[in-house]
């Protein structure tokens, strides 16, 4: 890839048009175009006044890994406009280049490859199937039927590739699923509360666990068996009959949120749970959802918010290789995406701690 697409890459990852960044660099738009594609080459001063702006690091433009997101697969896509999704994708290429240019670095990595079981049936053909699906998966991953306290890392762990990108466009954005190099990435949204992140990663491992193994009836119901999926593999219905007992007529709320403490599933999708699993009615669901409305909390859920996920495993590494002298300071930096300042307040643990209490 040249320097032009690596600007022009910045530049739709940033959101800018080609004239607000001509504003805030100084430099021409149509300079700007004209190092976009390749027809002259950017002086070091303007880079550094592109960097700024564009705020990356000057040796972005000049990274030689480049990669492609495959199989997009947006949660509620329709809602966001192309210029939002190409800022979006852009992001993440950018997380996914940093991501593959440290994975060269390490001799060995210590992620497995991503493979799903063998066992997992071939055709999925009804709904309650699903149910069945999510089990086993736990059952080969060895996750037991208790909550999963860190979805992040046991999807990492399997070398499934975790992201974070902005809520962009009034927190439209929930997240994504794609491949690069043939290896799933999943990418929610960095500012939603924790359920909400959990929900979003089991919805999008719902897809990568259902693509080829639905009948052509259920084929069109991809979304609702994603969700499915989605709750089964939080709370398996064995616990859910558990916790909820086989047959209810109402919810107080605040026992919805114990469950939500626990289980770090969202109050609507445990109602949504007990109705998937016959456990109320449609009419009791429809009632308490209209209660759930009524006070707006289908918006924002009552009682404390669920702490966010966290990727951890691309700081580890970078940490790892600069421990073993695989990379220099300012290397590691870039890698993190940080400024070398602030790299070395990362680096540095108690200065960490004292700013953290400043
Ligand atoms: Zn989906």
Same mark, same amino acid.
């Given at each position: ?19 607000? &960044?001509?504003?805030? #660099? ?14 002259? #080459? ?20 000049? !990274?030689?890994?480049?990669?492609? =997101? ?30 593959? #240019? ?30 069945? =699906?999510?089990?086993?998966? !736990? ?39 794609? !491949? ?17 992140? !959990? ?25 609702? &068996? ?29 026992? &919805? ?102």
């Amino acid at each position: 890839m040249m320097i032009g697409e690596r600007i022009q890459q910045a530049r739709k990852a940033s959101g800018l048009s080609l004239r607000v &960044l001509a504003e805030k #660099t100084g430099v021409t738009a149509m300079a700007i175009s004209k190092y976009e594609n390749n027809q002259s #080459t950017p002086s070091s001063g303007v880079l550094l006044a592109l960097s700024n702006a564009l705020r990356v690091r000057t040796e972005y433009f000049f !990274r030689q890994v480049s990669v492609e =997101l495959k199989e997009v697969e947006y949660r509620k896509h329709s809602k966001l406009p192309k210029k939002v999704l190409a800022q979006i994708e852009g992001n993440v290429l950018e997380q996914i280049e940093r991501y593959l #240019t440290l994975e060269e670095i390490l001799p060995v990595s210590p992620i497995q490859a991503f493979e799903l079981p063998k066992s997992l049936p071939a055709k999925i053909t009804d709904y309650d199937e699903i149910e069945r =699906l999510a089990n086993l998966l !736990r059952k080969e991953w060895k996750l037991g039927q208790n909550p999963i306290l860190d979805l992040t890392g046991t999807l990492e762990e399997r070398g499934i590739k975790v992201f974070q990108a902005e809520a962009l466009h009034d927190g439209k954005f929930d997240g994504l699923a794609c !491949r690069v190099n043939g290896a799933p990435i999943i990418v929610v949204g960095i500012n939603w509360p924790g359920d909400r992140q !959990r929900f979003t990663l089991a919805h999008e491992l719902g897809h990568l666990i259902l693509n080829g193994r639905l009948s052509a009836e259920l084929l069109e119901n991809e979304e609702k &068996l994603a969700h499915r999926f989605a709750g089964a593999f939080l709370a398996p219905a064995s616990e859910v009959l558990k916790e909820l007992g086989s047959q209810r007529s109402w919810f107080e709320p605040r026992e &919805l949120c114990v469950l939500k403490k626990a289980y770090g599933l969202s109050m609507s999708a445990w109602l949504r749970r007990a109705q998937d699993l016959s456990i109320i009615n449609d009419a009791t669901y429809l009632k308490m959802v209209k209660l759930f409305r009524k006070y707006g909390w289908h918006k924002q859920e009552p009682c404390d918010e669920y702490p966010r996920e966290e990727p951890q495993v691309f700081t580890q590494l970078v940490f790892h290789a600069l421990a073993e002298d695989l990379v220099s300071e300012s290397k590691a930096a870039e890698l993190m995406g940080k400024s070398l300042r602030e790299f070395r307040a990362l680096r540095k643990v108690d200065h960490a701690r004292s700013a953290i209490n400043q």
